[in-house]
């Protein structure tokens, strides 16, 4: 049998074993608790990496698509603005291009040739009108298109009559058989003439 002191030293080494094997238990669940925390904080920092590219991208697209939104607007704000200043610029077109043939009658009526004073008279006097008339319409941009003794050209002659005259160059208007007009710049009646040819 063994004795007391030996039982007990035993008992001693066996609790010494014990604790350390609960020590060595203790700290490898402790290793893992901490290699796990460590995993999931790799994980996290993985996913919220990967977040943050999406975020990323979303944002990218969608400042993207303000970027072109934005730019339609404003091309569409120009060309809104352009449409309204022509508007504004020809908006008496329309009214221009009907008094045309009231202001070709009244020239055509001045033509008329008399010998009675009473008629001269009243021919000045309508001379002074079509004046009026004419520093009125050029007032608000409206010119008469040269024409006679110019060079032919198609963006502001429509030549209607080709005659052959030797001592004029070819391509030039030898005659005005209409007036033709500009309103700011833009053709609203094309002058009708006779070009040399």
Do not use: C
Request: aromatic content about 6%; overall charge negative.
């Amino acid at each position: 049998m063994k004795n007391r002191g030996e039982s007990m030293a035993e008992e001693r080494k066996e609790e010494t074993l014990s604790e350390e094997k609960a020590e060595e238990t203790v700290e490898k669940a402790e290793d893992a608790k901490e290699a796990k925390e460590k995993e999931t904080v790799e994980e996290a920092a993985d996913n919220t990496e990967e977040k943050i590219a999406a975020l990323t991208a979303e944002a990218d697209k969608w400042k993207n698509a303000y970027y072109k939104t934005f730019a339609d607007m404003e091309n569409l704000k120009k060309r809104l603005q352009r449409e309204h200043e022509n508007q504004v610029k020809y908006a008496m077109q329309n009214f221009i291009e009907e008094l045309l043939p009231v202001i070709d009658n009244f020239e055509r009526s001045l033509n008329v040739t008399t010998d009675s004073d009473e008629v001269k008279n009243y021919m000045k006097g309508m001379e002074m009108i079509h004046k009026q008339l004419m520093a009125i319409l050029e007032k608000n941009g409206v010119q008469v298109i040269e024409a006679k003794g110019k060079p032919f050209d198609p963006n502001l002659h429509q030549a209607v009559m080709t005659e052959h005259v030797d001592d004029q160059e070819d391509g030039i208007v030898l005659e005005e058989l209409q007036k033709g007009y500009t309103l700011k710049g833009r053709v609203i009646r094309a002058t009708l003439v006779k070009v040399n040819q």
